[in-house]
C-alpha cells in the first residue's frame, strides 16, 4: 500500500518442482512460472498473496527442456525451451496440457517469448534473432518472418512488445536496447465499431460510456479505485 516500503506479503518454495524459477506470468488469480531445471510449467494460485500454492502443472524431460519464459492469452501458455516454443493448453489449471510446438534452429536458444494477437515474438539467444510465430493454430504453430542481426541482436535476453515495435535487451555485449519496427497501424485517431484484441495497453486515459465486462482477473495500482 506504500510504495516507498515495500513489504514481502509471502512466498512459496520448492526445490523440485520449482527448480530453476526463471520466468513468471501472472493473469487473474494465477502465475505461471517456467522452471529450467524442473523442465516444466507449474501454476501458482495466488489468490491469497500470503500463501500461494501450487495447483497445477506439466514436466518434460523433451519438449520443455531448460523452459525459460512463458506468457498467457487466450487460455494457453506459451513457453520457451531449448531451440523451441511450446503450446499449452490451461484452462483447465490443475491439469495443463502441451498441445502443439515449433522446433528450429533458427530458435536456437529460445529466451523470451510476447505474444500480440496472432503472433508470438521469440528471441534466440544463440541465432542473434527475433522470431515471428503464427499462433492461429494452437498445434501447429509456425515460424513466419524475424531479423537476425549479430550486431544489434547479439544474444538477445528479453522482448517486450508494445504497438508496431519490439524492444529487444541482453545483447552479448550487454549495452544495447534495439527496436524492431514489426509494422501495424500507426494512426492518430480512429473510430471503430467493432475491435478485438489481446493487449490493449493505453498509455494515458481510458474512458468506457457504458459497462466494462472483466472475465478474469483486475489488478488496479497504487491510486485505488474511485467512484
Known sequence: ?????????????SPTSLNGASAVYV?????YVANTVDNSLRIIDISNP???TIIGGVASSTVLKGAASVYVSGGYAYVTAGNSLRTILVSNPSSPTI???VT???LARATDVKVAGKYAYVTAGSDNALRIIDIASSTAPTIVGGIQSAAYIGGPDTVFVVGKYAYISGSTN????TIIDIGGIDAPSAHIGA???NTLNVTENLTVANNAYISNGLNVGVGGIAT
Open 1 to 13: 500500500s506504500n510504495p516507498l516500503a515495500p513489504v514481502i506479503a509471502g512466498s512459496i518454495t
Open 27 to 31: 493473469s487473474g488469480k494465477y502465475a
Open 50 to 52: 500470503s500463501t500461494p
Open 99 to 101: 498441445v502443439g510446438g
Open 104 to 106: 528450429s534452429t533458427a
Open 174 to 177: 550487454n549495452t544495447d536496447m
Open 195 to 197: 475491435l478485438q484484441v
